[in-house]
């Protein structure tokens, strides 16, 4: 099982960027698939991004075309880089592992979670 730290997360304003990382140490990180998931203040836990273990890609509809996922196996770590950030994007964010390397936004196959990295997008 692959432990998780995120990193990268801080205060922006509105229109800025931020570019999270998480690594992964264990056995094994390039047969995982990755996600994203933010938590809002108030809100449930929902899914951003995620990465296949051969790079296949997807993105919640709020972020397409601002949030970029990519993975450097060799590094033991995914990132995610955010564009034109909107207070909405405001959470905290977590990554998570799913052994199977098979890209999901269902939060239920994921096996190993980071503790979290908290965005706040603000002027």
């Known amino acids: 099982q692959v432990q998780l730290v995120e990193s990268g997360g801080g205060l922006v304003q509105p229109g800025g960027s931020l570019r999270l990382s998480c690594a992964a140490s264990?056995?094994?990180?390039?047969?995982?698939?990755i996600g994203w998931f933010r938590q809002a203040p108030g809100k449930g836990r929902e899914g951003v991004s995620c990465?296949?273990?051969?790079?296949?890609?997807y993105y919640a509809d709020s972020v397409k075309g601002r949030f970029t996922i990519s993975r450097d196996n060799a590094k033991y770590t995914v990132y995610l880089q955010m564009n034109s950030l909107e207070p909405e994007d405001t959470a905290v964010y977590y990554c998570?592992?799913?052994?199977?390397?098979?890209?999901?936004?269902?939060?239920?196959?994921?096996?190993?979670w980071g503790q979290g990295t908290q965005v706040t997008v603000s002027s």
């Open positions: 264990g056995f094994g990180f390039e047969n995982y698939a």
């Open positions: 990465i296949s273990s051969d790079r296949t890609t």
């Open positions: 998570a592992a799913d052994p199977s390397g098979v890209a999901t936004m269902q939060e239920g196959y994921y096996e190993s």
